[in-house]
């Protein structure tokens, strides 16, 4: 088995998911998490009918971005300040911004090279230590603070769920929900109308994401690893 048809097979699972919960299948997005592969996979992969890839290293996201420039290249890892000039020009859009001194730099690198960078506000929904993001208080003045930039613009919210914990990946995924609801309500039209997107789910809970209203689902081993799809 390889990319193309681990991709195509979770394609359809997904599909059929968001149809069960009544949902349009085409208003969820797969990001196939290509960071522990090279550009061949990500080529196998793009056969099988993946277009939206996610690196969390700036490096990776560069080397592959370039060699495959016609698919949509998504940043999800740690953001480093001296990096974002690195990642600002490569990056769709950036789903792990959650550091206030980042959003500042993020706007002058997009100015730099004439765009506006579409963002996504990390939260750290379950409280953990080790966890990035803002709290969900934190939130509302986070998104404002963004959005006062020229060059940056808030499409929605991200979050990361305990690992190996169903339940509390469902409650997190819940929490992200309903919090997208309360800070939606609080933007202007405009501002509200490319809040759209619920960045959550991954290759072990990504079924518990779609009910909860999931948008964008990043999954890298249920895509990438054989190893990973022989032990399901
Ligand atoms: C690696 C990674 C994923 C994908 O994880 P899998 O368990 O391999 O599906 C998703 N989101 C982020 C932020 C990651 O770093």
Redesign the pocket.
């Known amino acids: 088995m390889g990319a193309d048809t681990n991709y195509r097979a979770l394609r359809q699972e997904l599909d059929e998911l968001a149809v069960s919960c009544g949902r349009e299948p085409s208003d969820i997005v797969l990001i196939s998490?290509s960071?522990t592969v090279d550009v061949p996979a990500v080529e196998q992969a793009v056969l099988g009918g993946a277009h939206d890839f996610?690196e969390?290293r700036p490096e990776e996201l560069v080397k592959k971005s370039s060699a495959l420039p016609g698919e949509n290249w998504h940043f999800?890892?740690n953001i480093q300040s001296r990096r974002i000039a690195d990642i600002v020009p490569h990056a769709v859009l950036i789903?792990?911004l959650f550091k206030e001194s980042h959003i500042a730099k993020i706007d002058a690198a997009a100015r730099a090279c004439g765009k506006v960078q579409d963002v996504l506000v990390e939260v750290n929904v379950s409280g953990e230590e080790s966890k990035g993001g803002v709290t969900p208080a934190e939130v509302p003045a986070f998104v404002a603070r963004c959005n006062a930039c020229a060059n940056v613009r808030v499409c929605g919210l991200m979050t990361?769920a305990p690992a190996g914990d169903l339940d509390a990946a469902k409650a997190t995924f819940e929490g992200l929900a309903r919090l997208f609801t309360e800070v939606k309500g609080t933007l202007s039209a405009t501002e509200a109308a490319v809040f759209s997107e619920l960045s959550m789910g991954?290759?072990?809970d990504w079924h518990l994401a779609v009910p909860a209203g999931a948008t964008m689902v990043?999954?890298?081993?249920?895509v990438f690893s054989d190893t990973f799809n022989m032990e399901q």
């Not at 990043?218 to 249920?222: D, H």
């Open positions: 998490v960071k996610g969390n999800i890892g789903h792990s990361m991954m290759s072990e990043r999954i890298g081993r249920a």
